[in-house]
């Protein structure tokens, strides 16, 4: 398998992620084959791998969320591991967020899962192919 190492620290939202988790969830469920963890991981890449994050998130394969009703945007979707746990980085067209931060769902509470706070840094493997 193909991947690139991006590299951030964990912070908190404004716990937006887990109302649109919940608003998308039969959308994730159908496209991706998961049952997202209400929430999202958010994470604020380290300065150096903002530009990795840019050059190989545009143009990687990526699969695209259809949004469950109108005034929503699609969603884009990269699938990665992060300790050998499936994740994906989730992109809305619309969001707040530049390239420097990322936003991971999985099936599990990855904060709570791998012991995460506010902080820690974590490495994030995105898949190429």
Partial sequence: MNY??????????VGEGRNYVELYKNEIEKTLGIKPYPGTLNIRLEHEYVD???????????????PPREGLSPVLAWKAYVKHIC???????????GFDVIELIAEKNLRKFLGLADGDIIEILVLLT
Avoid: E
């Fill in 4 to 13: 690139v190492k991006i590299v951030g620290r964990v912070f908190s939202g």
């Fill in 87 to 97: 994740v994906y980085i989730v992109k809305p067209l619309k969001t707040v967020w």
């Fill in 52 to 66: 990795i994050a840019k050059r190989v998130l545009a143009p990687s394969p990526h699969t695209i969320i259809k």
